[in-house]
């Protein structure tokens, strides 16, 4: 008999126009055989990463609303992924997620600044909210200056493996599994640093291809996410979301607008066929 596909809830914002959030999370879960529920927590016309000031609609009273519809049908959510929040009273929108589903994985990623400082537009309440989504979690997924941050550490630039490896472990006092991404490896290499409460933890370095594009640690999460539920282990997903990352700016032709995001879409069916196995960073054949 087959099972039904895991669910997902994805607890983001939802732009119109710029591959990221929402718009990337979706595709990327659905291509791994999972189903994404999204519950915006507002909805863009752009992101807002360098396209101008979006048209945003938003209404606070639609995610409790939501949230009380899927519980009056019976979903059962097997895993609650969340992300960018405008403000801190949202957090308590996944604080509410949490508790009506107490049995989901728990997958935050503290979404409040990188490159050193915060994000423009966050207050610093998003600190303290965060960190409190972060004790509930059973994963998180800082960079490294969202590590800082939540550590109440003075977050740096470029910081090194050592630093960032001590403060994975030091927020395993927080949260029991803690994956910092995009952590600078050298000149040719990018690294994931793993720490577990339990005392184990691992370094996961990639290639480093010099294009930033926006939305790219979405699809990473998304990834990480998507293999979880289909039983991987936290390193095993890692690897796989990395080597994906990898595979989607390659796809992505040398000048293209970086604010508009990877070109997902020609990069989604290598993820399809990859849902037995680890995706190889070496496996590619784009055609520019």
């Known amino acids: ?6 669910t997902v809830l994805c607890i983001h914002d939802l732009p119109g126009f710029g591959r990221a959030s929402l718009s990337v999370i979706i ?19 752009t992101h807002t990463g360098g396209l101008g000031t979006p048209a ?10 939501a949230l009380a519809h899927y519980k ?15 403000d801190a009273g949202q957090a308590h929108l996944v604080q509410q997620a949490l508790e009506l589903w107490p049995d989901a994985l728990a997958i935050v990623d503290p979404v409040l600044g990188d490159h050193g400082r915060m994000y423009s537009g966050l207050s610093d309440d998003m600190i303290p909210a965060m960190r409190g989504l972060c004790a509930r979690a059973g994963l998180i997924l800082p960079n490294p200056t969202e590590a800082a941050l939540l550590l109440g550490d003075a977050p740096t630039e470029t910081p090194g493996l050592e630093l960032v490896a001590q403060q994975a472990a030091r927020l395993t006092t927080l949260c029991p599994q803690v994956v910092v991404t995009g952590v600078p490896a050298g000149r040719r ?18 290639s480093f291809l010099p294009r930033l594009y926006h939305g790219t640690g979405d699809i990473f999460g998304a990834v990480v996410a998507g293999k979880m539920m289909q039983g991987n282990v936290t390193e095993a997903a890692v690897q796989t979301a990395a080597a994906f990352v990898i595979e989607c700016i390659r796809a992505t ?32 054949g784009y055609g520019e």
């Open 189 to 206: 290499s990018i690294a994931c640093v793993g720490a577990q409460r339990d005392g184990g933890g691992f370094i996961s370095r990639s």
């Open 72 to 86: 009056r049908l019976g979903i059962r959510f097997d895993c609650i992924y969340s992300g960018y929040l405008a």
């Open 27 to 45: 595709p990327v879960l659905s291509a791994l055989g999972v189903q994404a529920v999204a519950l915006p927590t507002a909805v863009l016309s």
């Open 1 to 6: 008999m087959i099972s039904a596909p895991k």
């Open 253 to 284: 032709p040398e000048g293209a607008d970086e604010r508009l995001g990877v070109w997902l879409e020609r990069a989604l069916p290598l993820l399809s066929a990859d849902r037995e196995g680890p995706l190889s960073p070496v496996r590619s």
């Open 56 to 65: 945003r609609m938003s209404n606070p009273g639609y995610g409790p609303a």
